[in-house]
């Protein structure tokens, strides 16, 4: 694994509402640094800032101050166009709600940000075809999201969130919705992401026991890092 820094945040700050009598800073100065090919899971009670930092990371929102470094580009210095496009081919992102187009099919779920990226179409399907198959969906590519389970949604989920290759997997609570043995499933999905691919993950998750399985464990209260230590599967 190459020891090469991959997500650069330093002292990040975000504030909502600038400048009004109801300003309000989320994040206070935040620095966190991710390494290509870590599992990271982000913890933190609610409102600790969790998705805030999340949005910041996924460049779903910019930072109000601070610098921001995603493969060393400068995500602060990056226009609209350039952002959407980093975006959609280095970010893979996983959400607790799925977020799977209603009325389409598992298959061009998957197709969709291959299909945003201007992957030809015969490509897109092969690929699609090939990650619903690594999720162990390849038997459901025809369904669409009514007609599968919640471990099934989030599976074709993670198909998705693949097909770019990118570099990260954000992961917002990817098993907050699900039972506890679905949740195993998925998690150890993850894990053989990261370990067979490669793949860099940052989980965000509200859960200390899955939070314990990952490389790295950051902890978030009031917008501040209080803390980094190693998950137990790894002190040793």
Not at 28 to 36: A, F, K, N, S, Y
Not at 118 to 129: C, D, H, I, L, S
Not at 192 to 202: A, M, S, Y
């Amino acid at each position: 694994m190459e020891n090469d820094v991959i997500i650069d945040l330093n002292h990040i700050i975000k504030k909502f509402y600038i400048g009004k009598p109801n300003e309000l800073e989320i994040l206070h100065g935040i620095d966190l640094q991710v390494r290509r090919g870590e599992f990271v899971s982000i913890v933190g009670a609610s409102g600790s800032g969790k998705s805030t930092l999340m949005n910041v990371i996924g460049i779903l929102d910019r930072p109000t101050e601070g610098s921001y470094f995603l493969e060393g580009v400068d995500i602060c210095k990056a226009n609209d166009k350039e952002v959407s496009k980093i975006r959609n081919q280095k970010i893979g992102f996983v959400f607790q709600t799925y977020n799977l187009v209603a009325r389409t099919s598992a298959l061009k779920n998957v197709e969709l940000p291959m299909m945003y990226a201007g992957v030809p179409k015969r490509e897109r399907t092969k690929r699609a075809k090939e990650l619903l198959k690594l999720v162990g969906m390849e038997e459901r590519m025809n369904h669409t999201p009514d007609e599968l389970s919640g471990g099934q949604k989030q599976r074709v989920a993670i198909a998705r969130a693949l097909g770019n290759h990118p570099a990260i997997i954000l992961a917002d609570e990817p098993t907050g919705a699900l039972d506890s043995k679905t949740g195993r499933m998925i998690m150890d999905l993850f894990h053989k992401l990261n370990r067979e691919n490669g793949i860099t993950i940052v989980l965000i998750t509200h859960s200390n026991e899955l939070a314990e399985e990952t490389q790295r464990i950051v902890t978030l209260k009031d917008g501040e890092i209080i803390g980094e230590r190693k998950g137990e599967a790894y002190a040793v």
